[in-house]
């Protein structure tokens, strides 16, 4: 797995910096209730994302929190004075505060469908009644655009899926949550070309192709073999999952069912 805090420095340049990040930022908000007014984006990484979520959305404040504390300098740094060091398994904050709780590209990083339940259940606690989690699911799957380079990725052995979407949403489940909408859009600048995929895999991006390993290697050379070396095959693009802690029926209330009612349909980006 790579190291996030060795990452940081290039994490946005290496995924398609800014079109990337306003892509997302678009297709989360489509999910997020017209009259939210407190939201809290775990594992906000360097805050490119993050930070649009007010910009676009007047009245919104944003709490952001990441666990590497490369990530959340650089976070800081974008966003002085919003930004905290927090592990999304044990969140620093009390029951039902936010509006709305974000985690975008994270459950995949987890270990297995335990700490997954782990970090759906910190979200739902800290989410008021009537408000909304979004996260993205299947990350792995979005990157198998049926390229080349995915023809001989394929014969690899096969990754955990801690972030399936059937799985993340029993976790939801579990916790209280209903579904309530999906989204998707597309990660702008991450069409893998060769050369980059064989960068990636030498650098740790594949966990069960560790790198250095004569499997590795192996792959590496079938990568290399393929026309277009620098050529970017097809972008990915991520999917999106809402769901919706139930409100109390105080009608007044920022949960109650007037804030609900605000919700609009769910809206998909165009791939």
Not at 55 to 74: I, N, Q, V
Not at 133 to 148: F, I, M, R, W
Not at 192 to 214: H, K, N, Q
Request: charged fraction near 25%; hydrophobic fraction near 40%.
């Amino acid at each position: 797995m790579l190291d996030y805090d060795e990452e940081a420095e290039r994490y946005d340049a290496l995924r398609g910096g800014e079109a990337r990040a306003a892509a997302a930022a678009e297709a989360v908000l489509s999910l997020v209730p017209g009259g939210a007014r407190e939201l809290l984006d775990v594992a906000c990484g360097t805050g490119i994302v993050t930070r649009r979520f007010p910009a676009a959305r007047p009245g919104l404040r944003a709490t952001r929190a990441d666990l590497a504390p490369s990530m959340t300098r650089m976070a800081a740094a974008r966003l002085p004075g919003a930004v905290i060091r927090a592990d999304s398994r044990a969140l620093p904050f009390g029951d039902a505060r936010f509006d709305v709780v974000v985690s975008v590209w994270l459950l995949h990083l987890m270990s297995g469908p335990r700490e997954v339940r782990t970090v759906v259940g910190e979200c739902a606690r800290v989410l008021r009644p009537g408000g909304v989690y979004v996260t993205t699911v299947h990350k792995g799957a979005s990157h198998n655009v049926g390229s080349d380079i995915d023809a001989v990725l394929a014969a690899r052995p096969p990754s955990p899926v801690p972030d399936a979407p059937a799985d993340v949403a029993a976790a939801a489940s579990a916790h209280g949550l209903l579904p309530a909408g999906e989204a998707r859009f597309r990660g702008h600048g991450q069409g893998r070309s060769p050369r980059r995929t064989i960068a990636d895999l030498r650098r740790g991006w594949f966990v069960t192709l560790p790198p250095g390993e004569p499997a590795a290697e192996e792959f590496a050379s079938r990568l290399a073999g393929l026309p277009d070396q620098d050529r970017p095959r097809p972008d990915p693009v991520f999917s999106l999952r809402a769901y919706r802690r139930p409100p109390t029926g105080n009608p007044e209330g920022p949960g109650g069912d007037r804030w609900t009612k605000s919700i609009r349909p769910p809206r998909r980006s165009a791939p």
